[in-house]
């Protein structure tokens, strides 16, 4: 039976992400990402350039969902704090849900791939500090003679965005056995959310 068009685009991404969730994977080639699709090679370039913009595709799934939710979030939710909170639970799940993503998110899939992509993921991250910012411009008063509440909601995104990372780090290195959402209720205290 034919695929309709763009259902085989879809199949080899979906393909390339069930790739990317095996903790002991090694690096993809395209001739292994083909023989799991069941077309051959050449069949992979006619979807897609190359084994880049395979994973720019990846990235673009990654941006629209978590950005969506993010703007959802931001829309609906008008205290800060209960913002931050949500994006960063928001961030945690999505991992737990794609793990191949997570791959893609903290570099290990893209290592020896064209550097574009993990430019084009520091930019991703540097948007999430940035809402993670926004949210908590929102909460953070400016102390008597302490840092301007500017700074003060730099530093916290900051650290928030780098926790997130180091959670999903720990998920993707216990080969995807560590929960990145595990203790997050309990920590939220520690960011003083």
């Not at 913009?53 to 609906?76: K, R, W």
């Not at 926004?134 to 008063?141: E, S």
């Not at 180091?166 to 960011?191: D, I, T, V, Y």
């Amino acid at each position: 039976m034919a695929l309709k068009p763009g259902e085989r685009k879809t199949q080899i991404l979906q393909t390339l992400a069930a790739m990317l969730e095996q903790p002991q994977s090694e690096k993809i080639t395209t001739a292994a990402l083909a023989a799991k699709v069941g077309v051959s090679e050449a069949a992979l370039y006619r979807h897609f350039a190359s084994k880049a913009q395979m994973f720019e595709a990846l990235i673009e799934f990654i941006e629209e969902s978590v950005f969506t939710l993010v703007n959802q979030i931001a829309h609906t939710e008008r205290d800060g704090r209960a913002q931050v909170q949500q994006i960063v639970s928001m961030l945690l799940n999505f991992a737990e849900k794609n793990p191949g993503m997570v791959r893609v998110l903290i570099g290990d899939a893209l290592v020896h791939e064209d550097a574009r992509l993990q430019t084009r993921i520091n930019q991703l991250l540097d948007r999430i500090e940035s809402s993670l910012k926004q949210a908590l411009q929102l909460v953070v008063a400016a102390p008597g003679a302490g840092m301007p509440s500017t700074t003060l909601a730099s530093a916290q995104a900051n650290a928030l965005c780098a926790f997130v990372i180091g959670r999903w780090q720990l998920f993707a290195k216990s080969g995807f056995k560590r929960a990145p959402s595990e203790h997050w209720a309990e920590q939220m205290g520690l960011f003083r959310l």
